[in-house]
């Protein structure tokens, strides 16, 4: 029954049990983080559209399509009438813009997939990130570089955290592309700001939440730029974001 | 016997080589591959709730869309559906903005969002868009157009004229008017007709000046 190979047998077993249990518990650990299984999606969209040609070569900036993003929590998708804007004269006749004249004559949007998602219980905040200045590269790279819009930050709570715990290091300033309104400040001051200017951690302006169960609870204050006119959008002042978990999960 | 361990050791070594490998370039935090297939989700927790998001799409409609049109005879709530004919531009729609550095500075950035694809940054034409096969514009600084009334540029932005399409929806009312005091800045050759002093300049000579005697005192 016990032959001489059988020590020999139940060492290699042994091993290869040990080195299997470490090979699964390094990909769980590892392998389900956000930066390796979300960075990196770059789904198929229906229409080869290319950031890189219009945002890079033609400087159409990021807000002449996504306007409503200083506006509104959701920075949207252009309706198509927005493409039609300059398709109905240029490449009007190719068959990449078929189905964008499709959808033009039959009114039914074009199906575009959702790169960038968050969980629903985040409530992110476009119009806040814009008006203080943070420009889209910040979570979304440099998209004017992309034939293909591919997910690159990992968009996880702990890489958020790094931004607002340490805006010098991490926040990529409004820059010219995007379009963002940047008061009576130029791209230039607004980014010396940002890497000089903004506060460090707990540096800010820290009001405390009150009658609040949780210890540290609470908001970073952020001035709010006063506009001459009521009514006019204007950028709020660079601050620290808040860490409190009621800032974005309510 | 000693030949298999050798074997052995060998396939666990390289085995082991490519491993690392794998995870060191993996964790580097550069992006090795791309992926249409969307992000894996073990547990998804409540990542995907079931509820109405924006632009997402709806089986709850026939149309299949989550984002309704609005329906026939809406009005914005802060605002007015844009309903002036170009005979009545004129007289109709005035503008009773301001002439303010944050307006200047606002109509600049909307200008330079929505009109430099093909009226270019000096409002003269031959955009970048223009290049590309779309009708090179008049120019926005031709005496033609300085004549013109703020009414009547304000009905060409709301409006649309000719192959250009309405910005009304892009513009809000108020943006519309600030990019019409920015074109009479770009008709003026680079400050606006009504507006004598360079505010921006004045406000930072004041801080200049107040941080100077703060400064004085402080070393007093």
Redesign the interface.
Known sequence: MFTAKTNQRSK?TILAGLALLG?IS?VSY?G?D???????????QPIPFSHKLHAG?????C??CH?SVEKS??S??P?T??C???H????AESPKIAKIKESWETG??L?WRKVH?L???VNFSHARHIRARVDCASCHGEVEKMGVV?Q?KPLSMGWCLDCHRNPQANVVPAR?IS?I????DSYEETAKKIKNESPSRGEGKWIPMKDCAIEGAGVYEHEVGK???A????PKKLALGPENCGACHY | MATNKRK?GFWSVVGLVL?TLF?VG??S?N??????T?????ID?????Q?V???A?SSFFA?G?ATRDPVEYTVPR?GTKYNVSLDDADTKNINS??V????L??GK??F???C??CHNHDGKGNG??VQ????NPPSLVRPDAVAYTDGRIFHVISAGQN?M?SYA??L?E??RW?VVHYIRVLQNGGTHPKMTAAP?TE?DNQTTAQAGTAKAASAQ
């Open positions: 290699t090979f390094i590892f389900f956000n930066a390796v299984t979300d960075v990196g999606y770059r789904p198929e070569e033609l400087e159409i900036k807000m002449y306007t929590k959701h949207t998708v309706a009438s927005t039609m804007n300059c109905v004269a240029v490449k039914k949007p199906e998602k969980p629903d219980y591919t690159m010219e379009g309104f940047t008061g009576l506009a001459s006119v009514g006019l959008v204007m | 052995f491993f995870w993996l964790l935090g992006i090795l591959w791309t992926s249409d969307p992000p894996l989700e073990i927790d409540m990542d995907n709730q509820k998001k924006a632009q799409p149309d869309k802060n903005i301001p303010t550095a944050e307006v500075a606002r950035n909307r330079e969002t929505m430099t694809p970048l868009v590309k096969g779309f009708a192959i399409s929806d892009k809000s108020l943006d600030c921006k406000k």
